[in-house]
């Protein structure tokens, strides 16, 4: 079975909140026969897009394969919390590459929000940025490392942004007594991840495909069901739908599938910002423009998507217990690709082939930055590249038949100690 089909209609967007507010974009046509390029990119993600997008500005003559439709994985489904960092904190950065090079990956973190919000600027996208996310603790351990850390990015990283809270403040925010307090990134926000995959898409002065499953790679000429592309240099950017296309890449890039839902319009719950929690099996949340509370929650290790009104409605009771009446009138699930350390996966796949992958939940902004990173190695600038490619980046045990199998094991695992409060 292959992800790309499991869950989802050919060339469909899912029926999600993002999908009925999209500014719609025409489809593109799909490959048919023999076409030549500079560059060719596989996968209409916000990594592939953005690549397209920075290599097209640079010269390159760019063709782009999507097998439905830009935007239709991932970046067309996801919570559009565009975050600060990396997905892991400073100090074990610190602890794992040194205090020069963590001090690189923040800045490049810091680079990537930039990004998100100079293309929305630049190319007028109809993609509103709203800031503030609130970190939302349960403990009064979580709380103190959760003050500590707001006190360490000011000092060591020059990153003020960061404000504590009190569980009386996270309460007044966040419309919930559920926390014991936390804090809030003013520096970090979200948006609409369709249309701004779809921004990126009418951007991109790229030759692209719909419609276009990459079948196979021979050295760099990359080969549909309908044709093939003869290109000098291939750009993999497939995340959690790379299947069995490159090996190397798919055993250490895991796909996890991910769940959310959207309420009706509900007045006065709380303040407009974008939220997380601090379980393993992260809950995370926001207000739309539209007034309904957007939840995301759950996880599952298979192909097939569970019940996912079932799945969310738990963990969203959970956070809002007065909810319960409400009606929930959106529920979609999607696709996206995790790694053992949480870390990006950036490989030299082959000559002439690059792959970045795997943001494990915080890709809206550092898989658009990877997309330029990609761009800048094409072009013979390849320092950032290497940078976060030394980044180790173990297999996940047990090989191709075992690899679900462990991580759902494992994800239970924490999933209990979730409920349990440890």
């Excluded at 999209?22 to 500079?38: I, S």
């Excluded at 063709?63 to 904190?89: C, K, M």
């Excluded at 996310?133 to 003050?147: F, G, K, L, Y």
């Excluded at 956070?319 to 999607?334: F, H, M, S």
């Amino acid at each position: 079975m292959n992800l790309l089909t499991a869950n989802d209609r050919p060339g469909t967007y899912p029926p999600s909140w993002y999908a009925a507010t999209a500014t719609p974009l025409p489809a593109f046509p799909a490959l048919k026969g023999a076409v030549r390029a500079d560059v060719c990119v596989v996968g209409g993600g916000y990594t592939g897009l953005s690549a397209a997008l920075h290599l097209a500005e640079r010269g390159f003559d760019v063709v782009l394969l999507e097998a439905h439709r830009v935007g239709f994985g991932a970046s067309g489904r996801n919570g559009g919390q565009v975050g600060s960092g990396q997905r892991l904190d400073q100090d074990t950065l610190e602890g794992m590459v040194g205090r020069a090079d963590a001090r690189r990956l923040w800045d490049l973190g810091e680079e990537a929000k930039a990004l998100v919000r100079d293309l929305i600027a630049r190319h007028a996208m109809p993609v509103p940025f709203q800031p503030g996310i609130v970190h939302a603790a349960r403990t009064a351990s979580e709380v103190a490392h959760a003050h500590a850390y707001a006190e360490k990015l000011a000092r060591d990283y020059d990153y003020d942004r960061v404000e504590p809270l009190d569980a009386a403040r996270i309460a007044a925010i966040l419309g919930t007594d559920r926390f014991r307090g936390g804090d809030i990134d003013r520096g970090a926000g979200a948006i609409h991840p369709l249309n701004f995959a779809l921004g990126l898409a009418r951007a991109a002065k790229a030759r692209i495909f719909e419609g276009s499953t990459v079948t196979r790679l021979d050295g760099t000429t990359v080969h549909t069901a309908d044709g093939h592309v003869r290109a000098d240099h291939v750009i993999l950017a497939c995340n959690g739908y790379l299947g069995g296309l490159e090996p190397g890449v798919a055993a250490r890039v895991m796909p996890i599938n991910n769940f959310i839902v959207a309420t009706e319009p509900v007045e006065g719950l709380m303040e407009p910002v974008a939220a997380h929690d601090t379980r393993f099996v992260v809950n995370y949340w926001r207000m739309t423009e539209d007034h309904r509370l957007l939840f995301g929650g759950g996880e599952s290790y298979g192909y097939r998507f569970p019940d996912i009104l079932r799945t969310v409605r738990k963990p969203l009771l959970q956070v809002y217990p007065q909810l319960r009446d409400v009606r929930i009138e959106y529920a979609w699930g999607g696709t996206l690709a995790i790694t053992v350390n949480r870390l990006p996966c950036f490989r030299r796949v082959a000559p002439g082939v690059l792959s970045a992958s795997g943001y494990s939940g915080h890709g809206v902004a550092m898989a658009t930055l990877a997309g330029r990173i990609l761009a800048e190695t094409v072009a013979g600038e390849a320092g950032r590249f290497d940078l976060m490619a030394s980044l180790p980046q173990p297999r996940f045990p047990g090989g191709a038949a075992m690899r679900a199998p462990l991580l759902a094991t494992a994800m239970t695992w924490f999933a209990l100690r979730d409920r349990l409060g440890v």
